[in-house]
């Protein structure tokens, strides 16, 4: 299959790509949104540049065959996260998946002099068995960082309610302590070099403005007597799910900052969702661990979590000036 004419995403074209993600998730899973609302608020996340940083191509017929997608995940430690995507009908020619390629290494080289940054990083997801995407990326100086695990939980039905550790008090998140929440987001994810540090400008967007975000689901964990400037000790950050029958709430990030760790705070604050996601007509949490974050794999089955089979590989290479002047 061959590309006869490439465009811009639009939003109208939401169906048409949400079609394309159904059909690619289904041979190559990489957790790709897969209703036309929540790709119409995959687009809208771009940002106002955002647009330009798409390329939709359709086929002889006009139906769309294949989307790429550059898109700014924020700077951390003076270095620029930029995130590539590509989706392909199942039947698409080698060369179609190569010249998509290099247009996006050409467009994060563009976003990479547009916002100063003298350092960014590419990271891509490739789906396990994408042996072609694989290879393509490899060849691209690109190298393998992580897998990603997908992990599920069936709600029982009338789970336990959650203990809440001595000393802490839970809070909804809201407005307030929006700052002091990324901030301890970002301080309790800072060993996980592979993993998104939001800076102030990208913060909503992964958070409470994410068009999925779910307030009655997330908490945070306050500390009565503070060990440090940030009274916030840990934080969950739950979304909607719509690309399953079963009503599905996503464990979007949660973490506890180093000094509470052990503590039981993750469980507790992992417990309550459970212990309110029927009453949120909820069946089903699933989430996202890498497999060498051993600590959460252990929390994650030890509430019962299972893995669902579809887990992606995340791979990642340096864009310096001097990398993208490479042949
Ligand atoms: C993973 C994380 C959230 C755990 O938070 P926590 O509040 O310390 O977790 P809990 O105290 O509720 O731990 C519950 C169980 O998880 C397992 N666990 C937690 N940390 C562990 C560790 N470092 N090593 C082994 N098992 C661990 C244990 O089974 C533990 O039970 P136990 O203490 O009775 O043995 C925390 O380490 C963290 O914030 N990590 C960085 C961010 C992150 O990776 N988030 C998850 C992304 S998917």
Redesign the pocket.
Known sequence: MRIAAWGRATPAEAPSLAALFQRSEAVAPVDLEQRAEDVQNRLAALGPDGAGRTRVGRDDTGAVAAYGEVADMGTADDVLRIRLTKVFHPDIADDVRAELHHWLIDQAEQLRADRGSARAVLGTRCAENDRTGHELLIRGGFALVRHERHLVLAVPDSPPAPVLPPGLVLTPVDERYDELARLAHNE??A??PA?VRPDQRTWPQHATGHPRFLPDLSCLLLAEADRGDNPVA?FLFALADGSTDTPTAV?H??????P???????????SRVVHLARSSGIEQLR????DS????L??????GFVESGRGFAVLMRQLTPEAAEQP
Do not use: E, F
């Open positions: 309790a994810y060993d996980s993993a840990a464990l990030c949660l973490g506890t900052r180093a509470w760790r052990r503590s039981g705070l993750a469980t507790a604050m992992i989430l996202q661990v890498t974050n051993h600590p959460a252990a929390l994650y089955r030890k509430l």
